[in-house]
């Protein structure tokens, strides 16, 4: 007996010693998804460490840039006078405040918060979002801008997940003042808006983006308002077809007329309305029955359904589907441009209905097709079916109840 009670004791000192043990390890990294998160950022740090030692770094635009921050800094205050190396500066005005540093990690670190805030993305598939050995490029070998855009379209991102909209809206305008680019994500973005802000918050943030782009781009503004605003948010620059990866199959006298920059952006348009009303406003009766309520004078004046809390996984995934639809009609990617949507790419396809293999095998073809150089009919022409392989896979892909509020299952993780 005093056996058996000896026995019993040890066992519960035992547990005890195991549960105080347990609580010793921090609540977050009980979670598989977060040390896995923080294990890939340790490894990519080490891989970029790496390359910055032992690769060479390759000038394409860097020149140029310091040529244009050069012109800014002698006071020249013409947009269409700052020209570089490759060109004159087409970019808006923020682009001109910044230095580059290394922003890999930073972005990553950022990319993997908002993986690890949803719940689409299995643990173990998080490691696609290093393997990419052309992003890598783009932003340690390379240096081009779009790095510095797309870390704070990612930042604006993690910021709306935690609710912090006016914050995310400013971090937003300023990844624009970097880098056009990223007002693909402006038509998902403002659906968002209207679901989980209330009116008078919706007019709020965009005064303050507004107000970001007015401070940033207020030397040019004071001084050459109309060369600055038609160079940099010219929206009818016409690219050239070698660099082009998505659409080299296109003889170039049909790549460079306005009839092919037309009908994509009728596609873009078409797509995204679309998309909007039958996937990201389903739930409320379609796009224009969402539009109809939310602008109504009852709306504004009293109490109405709005605002809401939104699921991330439904923030996420709209904001990621509106720029894909914007890549997809683009009338040309060039090299630097996979990351304005590479880090969305496991979400994208995580969410549709396709088997882990074909998903995993459609990863690995995007990211072959990048990693021609130059590009060819054939890759290109294969990276365009991949596009709209996606784009399938997420339209039959089920569109979900987007709010926090309502009790509805949540996308199982295959």
């Known amino acids: 007996m005093a056996v058996k009670n000896s026995t019993s ?47 060479p770094y390759t000038k394409i635009d ?35 405040y910044i230095l580059f540093g290394i922003l890999y990690i930073i972005n990553l670190g950022i990319v993997l918060l908002i993986y690890v805030k949803t719940d689409v993305l299995p643990w173990w598939a998080l490691i696609l979002l290093c393997l990419s050995k052309r992003v890598h490029s783009i932003f340690v070998l ?16 993690g910021s709306i997940l935690f609710g912090w909209w006016h914050l995310g809206l400013i971090i937003f305008s ?34 303050g983006a507004a107000l970001v782009q007015i401070v940033l781009g207020l030397p040019f503004l004071l001084s050459f308002p109309i060369e600055y605003i038609s160079r940099a948010f010219n929206l009818g620059r016409i690219f050239i077809h070698f660099w082009s990866v998505n659409f080299k199959f296109v003889p170039e006298p049909i790549f460079v007329s306005k009839e092919f920059a037309l009908s994509l952006l009728i596609a873009h348009l078409v797509l995204l309305v679309v998309f909007a009303h039958y996937k990201w406003c389903k739930h409320e009766g379609g796009l224009f029955k969402f539009l109809r309520s939310r ?9 109405s359904a709005w605002p809401k809390t939104l699921k991330k996984e439904h923030i996420v995934t709209t904001m990621f589907v509106g720029n894909f639809i914007g890549i997809i009609c683009a009338r040309s990617l060039h090299y630097q441009f996979y990351s304005w949507y590479f880090y969305s790419l496991p979400h994208l396809l995580w969410i549709t209905a ?17 990693n021609v150089f130059p590009s060819n009919l054939y890759s290109s022409l294969l990276l365009l079916c991949l596009h709209l392989l996606i784009v399938c896979g997420l339209w039959y892909s089920m569109a979900e109840n987007p709010y926090e509020s309502d009790k509805s299952d949540r996308q199982k993780v295959k």
């Not at 990223?182 to 989980?196: D, E, G, R, T």
Request: proline share 4%.
């Open 9 to 55: 004791a040890h066992a519960k000192r035992s547990r005890k010693k195991a549960a105080a043990s347990s609580s010793l390890i921090p609540k977050f990294m009980k979670n598989p998804k977060t040390t896995m998160a923080l294990a890939l950022l340790i490894i990519d740090s080490l891989l970029v460490s790496f390359i910055i030692a032992y690769v």
């Open 62 to 96: 860097w020149d140029a840039y310091m040529s244009q921050v050069s012109g800014f800094l002698g006071g020249e205050r013409d947009y269409k006078n700052l020209k570089g190396d490759t060109g004159p500066l087409v970019y808006p005005a923020g682009f001109l």
């Open 142 to 157: 390379r240096l081009f801008n779009d790095c510095f855009a797309m870390t704070l379209l990612h930042a604006a991102m």
């Open 174 to 207: 300023a990844a624009v003042s970097i880098k056009m680019n990223v007002l693909l994500y402006a038509p998902s973005l403002f659906i968002l808006m209207l679901k989980a802000m209330s009116f008078s918050g919706v007019i709020s943030a965009l005064a």
């Open 295 to 303: 602008i109504s004078f009852c709306s504004i004046t009293s109490c």
């Open 354 to 370: 396709f088997p882990t293999l074909l998903r995993v095998l459609i990863f690995v073809g995007v990211e072959l097709c990048w």
